[in-house]
């Protein structure tokens, strides 16, 4: 089975501009987490997606958003971007079991994502 | 709220010598609590998790972890380390608050090991 897949590896952009990165879920996974990793901490929390809708969000702003679609692959769109924003984008992927805080999350590679 | 420290931020142990991360949480509820490993270039790899039952629990690479509710610390043990376990390690616990189940880490310990 293929594991969680992220694209593109590394990406730069200016301030100001606008970003998508993707995820494609592990085969058989229908919820997909978002994570930002900032150099020298632990992955943060952004959003969950379950069925194509947002199941949960951390404390980041409405200018992050994502997008979950019926194949379970999903989108993480990053508005207006701040130099701040530079950090490590984490995908994960999980099933969705009977008690929700056991369901595994499979994480890809992640997107290097520099702002300038 | 939901957090986890690693007091630890850099670790060096000599390759075949033991090995302990500490990891402590603050939750509410009965902790569901992780270990992940993350080498350079590659996203986080499950080492182990606990959820019920024993609380000494066996995870992939020969690591082990024991649960002391007593102490609120989930740390991570190994007895001899190897020159391929040089990496960061992350713990974490699953929270529930706000809808789905997010997990919340700590800042990590960078493991380095001597040849």
């Given amino acids: 089975e293929t594991g969680v897949t992220q694209s593109p590896t590394h990406l730069i952009k200016t301030r100001g501009q ?23 901490q632990g992955p943060q929390f952004i959003f969950q ?7 949960g969000r951390g404390n980041f702003p409405p200018r992050f958003s994502g997008l979950q679609f019926p194949n379970y692959s999903s989108e993480l769109n990053v508005n207006a971007l701040e130099l701040d924003d530079s950090a490590l984008y984490l995908c994960a992927s999980s099933p969705r079991g ?12 992640g997107t290097r994502l520099s702002v300038l | 709220a939901q957090s986890v420290t690693q007091p630890d931020i850099h670790i060096t142990v000599s390759e075949g010598a033991s090995l302990e991360l500490r990891c402590n949480y603050s939750y509410g509820a009965t902790p569901y609590l992780f270990w992940y490993v993350q080498s350079p270039g590659q996203g986080l790899q499950l080492l182990l998790k606990y959820f019920s039952g ?12 024991e649960f002391k509710r007593s102490q609120s610390s989930f740390n991570l043990r190994k007895p001899s380390v190897h020159w391929s376990d040089a990496a960061e390690y992350f713990c974490a616990v699953g929270d529930l608050t706000g809808g789905g189940n997010k997990l919340t880490f700590g800042t990590g310990t960078q493991l380095k090991v001597e040849l």
């Fill in chain 1, 49 to 55: 997606y379950y069925r194509e809708e947002e199941n």
């Fill in chain 2, 54 to 65: 024993d609380t000494l629990v066996q995870g992939i690479k020969g690591f082990e972890a």
């Fill in chain 1, 18 to 40: 606008q970003v998508t990165l993707r995820c494609s879920s592990q085969s058989g996974h229908n919820t997909v987490s978002w994570y930002q990793q900032a150099l020298g």
């Fill in chain 1, 98 to 109: 009977q008690t929700l805080a056991k369901n595994i999350q499979y994480f890809g590679a």
